[in-house]
């Protein structure tokens, strides 16, 4: 009975009805690969719009967040280049869709800070640049002059991880790693994609990157696709 109280296993039906227009998601996944493949698709065929999406990258235009882009899906991006994908630029300058940068270890961090119930941190990443005169507030601490850079948190996260057990404890495959388990805990809700579902006691504890406090749901994936995009045909 106990366990069963903490089982969190479930249909990908069941979950994306916490995923509605204009809500703030936060997505992992580096040039897709990181990036829930079944939860993207379920989206899409939801047909949620008006999203404000939080990502290390925007993907490619056919691969990972790049397909909500591609499909006019989304409101805002927050993330740390856009650069490998056209439309997301094409959007951007037709002032169709809003882009906020924050350099890649920033973004990680601001990510973090959310997950940790901070306000913000503090970087030095552009004083003296142009950036400073784009309204970022300043803090001086001991001589030196930092930006407040906000902290990140989203009302759903999605995160892709190699296997998960019944609890929500998991574990990454590589590089598919990525910024998964700073969203995983910055997310009010998270929803946990991996490629098995193992019992519990299976995982290696030493191996559990993820803790299942930080996971409501777990759904198996219908497909993810390891490969690498930039791998050599």
Sequence with gaps: ??????????????????????????????????????LIDA??????????????????????????????????VIASHIGSNPIAGTLMSEGKM??????????????????????????????????AEKGKELVHVDGRTYFIETALTADVAIICGRAADEFGNIIYKKSARNM???????????????????SLGELDPEAIITPGVFVQAVVQSEGVNWKWVWEPK
């Design 1 to 38: 009975m106990i366990a069963n109280s903490f089982q969190k296993i479930r249909q990908i039906d069941e979950v994306i009805g916490k995923i509605n227009d204009g809500c703030t998601l936060m997505a992992g996944g580096f040039g897709g690969v990181g990036t829930p493949p079944s």
């Design 98 to 131: 809003e882009v906020e940068f924050s350099p890649q270890g920033t973004l990680g961090e601001r990510i973090r800070a959310g997950g940790m119930g901070l306000g913000g941190i503090l970087s030095d990443v552009g004083i003296g640049s142009e950036i």
């Design 43 to 76: 989206i899409l065929e939801k047909e949620v719009r008006e999203l404000e999406i939080i990502c290390n990258d925007t993907g490619f235009p056919h691969i990972g967040i790049g397909k909500l882009i591609s499909a006019g899906r989304v409101r805002k």
């Design 180 to 198: 998964n388990p700073l969203m995983a805990m910055a997310g009010e809700y998270t929803i946990a994609e991996v490629e098995e579902i193992v």
